[in-house]
């Protein structure tokens, strides 16, 4: 008989069922009826804890987060909410911080501790900062590669068309490591949609790459933008390779309107990224997954310039879906959880995702009865695996 490198006793799945799940390679190589003696190097007794998939972090800004630096203070806007003045006051705030690879890594051990085993990181790139922020966190990036999996977005955190050299920096991005093209705002930041995705699709079609564009825009300008991001998304035949990261002004619409612009996106293959934010109208999640829809989530600012909350925990956040979202019903529950694991891989385009054979042994164990419960009670005592190693426990990424 084959030793598996790994057999994990006593795994509860998803569906209630307790298995033993046998690891080779990396990856999920058996499951079979617990008890079944399979024979392996190592055994694990996870002694019926809850196993679900990696969560997927699938949208965050490592490069601008103070979590694990000096407390910093927010800062209101002085006449409203502004894009502008907010990038002015993170630019001061971040001439302050300890340097960003340090904060970068303390982000990341956060999120692992939490459970993230992948994870979609916009890095600022434009004329502001050039390529700097890119580089570091590509640096990062490899110092984690065993840990986490992580795509990076290059940001043009300033504008496109607003922040001299952008579009070549933009380029030259894609060729450094990055492996998607972002946006922001078109039309209120860059004040020319067409001119600003002129770009982002430019550059993602020469590099072959997908693109995530941060989409501010309340109302009909931000419907307008997302049909055009469609539009483009379909003449380009890009489908599945484009998210829209925000998109309050789904929010915005009426249940009729949302529809139709829900049929647009899933026909377009665009998907939706929302972190459920406090005081925004935001996406319509079970309306958009009725008609099909990729929704996926992220904690976006982590104690950072633009608010002082986020604690990098996805369970915490499908929690935060849930509850925005009114969902009450184990269904509804299921569907939180979703967001932030199989429709965040499908968003990410994550291979060998999940807990079925063939799949990449990344998965979390969970004090909890089912998954249900474990989004409404958040269960802290956690561990990770990554290829089948345990790489976090209660909190604490572990090393060596
Ligand atoms: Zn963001």
């Known amino acids: 008989m084959t ?111 939490n459970g993230c085993t992948s994870m979609r990181s916009h890095v600022m790139v434009d004329g502001s900062v050039g390529l700097k922020s890119l580089e570091t966190v590509l640096a990062v990036r490899e110092e984690y590669r065993d840990l986490i999996d992580i795509q990076l977005v290059a940001f043009p955190q300033s504008g496109i068309l607003k922040s001299p050299g952008t579009p070549d920096l933009l380029d030259e991005a894609m060729s450094l490591g990055a492996d998607l093209v972002g946006g922001l705002d078109p039309a209120s930041f860059d004040r020319d949609v067409e001119r600003h995705l002129d770009v982002v699709f430019g550059v993602a079609e020469k590099h072959g790459a997908g693109v995530d564009i941060h989409l501010h825009d309340a109302g009909t300008l931000g419907l307008f933008t997302i049909e055009q991001i469609c539009a483009r998304t379909r003449v380009l035949s890009m489908g599945g390779h484009v998210a829209i990261s925000h998109a309050y002004a789904l929010g915005d619409l009426t249940p009729d309107a949302a529809k139709r612009a829900a049929v647009m996106l899933f026909e377009s293959g665009v998907s939706i990224m929302t972190n459920a934010p406090g005081n925004h109208a935001f996406p319509p999640v079970a309306l958009l997954r009725a008609e099909g829809v990729t929704v996926f989530s992220g904690s976006d600012n982590i104690r950072d310039s633009w608010w002082p909350y986020g604690d990098g925990d996805m369970l915490s956040r499908a929690m935060m879906i849930g509850y925005r979202s009114g969902f009450y019903t184990d269904d509804e529950l299921r569907a939180a959880f979703d967001v932030v694991t199989v429709a965040g891989a499908k968003a990410l385009r994550l291979e060998g995702y999940g807990l079925e054979v063939g799949d990449k042994a990344d998965f979390v164990t969970l004090k909890a009865e089912h998954i249900p419960v474990a989004v409404v009670s958040v269960p802290k005592e956690r561990s990770v695996y990554k290829a089948g190693r345990l790489i976090a426990r209660d909190g604490a990424v572990l090393r060596g």
């Open 3 to 113: 030793a598996f490198d790994t057999v994990f006793t006593g795994a509860r799945l998803i569906d209630g069922s307790v298995s033993d799940i046998g690891v080779s390679g990396g990856r999920i190589a058996s499951i079979s009826a617990a008890g079944s003696g399979q024979a392996a190097l190592d055994i694990v007794d996870l002694g019926g804890a809850l196993v679900v998939p990696g969560f997927v972090e699938g949208h965050i800004h490592l490069d601008t987060s103070f979590y694990g630096d000096s407390w910093v203070p927010h800062r209101p806007c002085t006449n409203g909410f502004d894009v502008h003045e907010r990038v002015a006051f993170q630019a001061q705030n971040i001439a302050k911080a300890a340097p960003m690879d340090v904060r970068a890594r303390k982000q990341l051990d956060l999120c692992i501790a």
